[in-house]
């Protein structure tokens, strides 16, 4: 009984507490700071799960240029390209469920999204193409993604000056709809030049994160451990922002 007594009293004194702020100028401009930081939260918040501008066939570039590696240099990629990359494996690993390994044949079977996007390069080009594959969403879902997740973590066949490529994003770009595993650009099965035989599209972010030559997608709660710890070759070797939101 006491102790209710004095969670009681507590309980006025703190209501009395705030309706006195909230009666001073002080209070309520602290009050409508509290306010505006809850909408701007909310609208970046609903800016990211947003769609981004789809296009019109007659949008497309007459040529989607290839950029950063334009192929993988070793012997293990080049018998994949001779086999037409019939053995091509994506592995799904992680905080998953379970862990997966599935083949273009696989992929091919889910349910496929085709979108006519804008890619906008840091080095100061665009251009515009239709791609189509899965979402990942439905593959996280389809492996069985654990509530620890925060970041899925991208592996690609290919290495800049030694290093190995690799990108990351938060759970909001990983589920977004347009964030899809392509197989095929313009009609046609992904060139080598763009990232054959599967290659990230990540709609709501700049063109370094969109992961080409994709071996593996990796689930994970903090990417201090995935290679120097900035979530990405580009972050962790020349500075980039690992946020590279448009
Ligand atoms: N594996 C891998 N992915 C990559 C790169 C790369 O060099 N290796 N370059 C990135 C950059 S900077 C851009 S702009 C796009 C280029 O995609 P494109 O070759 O289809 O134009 O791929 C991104 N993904
Ligand atoms: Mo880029």
């Not at 004095?6 to 705030?18: D, N």
């Not at 497309?60 to 950029?67: A, H, L, Q």
């Not at 991208?154 to 770009?173: K, Q």
Request: a neutral charge; proline letters at 3%; glycine letters at 8%.
């Amino acid at each position: 009984m006491k102790r209710r007594a004095l969670i009681a009293a507590m309980g006025a004194m703190f209501v009395g507490a705030c309706s006195k702020v909230a009666d001073s100028k002080v209070g309520s401009s602290l009050l409508s700071a509290a306010e505006d930081w809850h909408r701007k939260a909310h609208r970046a918040l609903s800016n990211r799960t947003a769609l981004v501008r789809e296009y019109a066939r007659a949008d497309i570039s007459p040529v989607f240029r290839g950029n950063g590696s334009v192929t993988v240099d070793t012997d293990e990629y080049r018998q994949h390209m001779a086999e037409g990359f019939a053995n091509w494996r994506l592995e799904v690993s992680g905080l998953v469920r379970n862990p997966m390994s599935l083949s273009l044949e696989a992929l091919r079977k889910l349910p496929q999204r085709t979108q006519i996007t804008r890619h906008d390069c840091v080095e100061g080009w665009s251009a515009i193409g239709e791609w189509t594959g899965p979402q990942l969403a439905t593959i996280l879902e389809a492996a069985g993604i654990s509530e620890e997740a925060n970041f899925i973590v991208f592996r690609c066949a290919d290495a800049l000056g030694g290093n190995p490529y690799y990108e990351s994003v938060d759970m909001v770009d990983a589920m977004h709809p347009q964030t899809i595993i392509a197989h095929r650009l313009n009609g046609q099965s992904l060139p080598v030049k763009n990232g054959a035989p599967l290659r990230m599209r990540i709609e709501k972010q700049l063109g370094y994160k969109h992961a080409k030559y994709l071996t593996a997608i990796h689930a994970t709660s903090s990417l201090d451990d995935v290679g120097l710890g900035q979530g990405g070759y580009w972050e962790d070797h020349h500075g980039y922002q690992w946020y590279a939101g448009i």
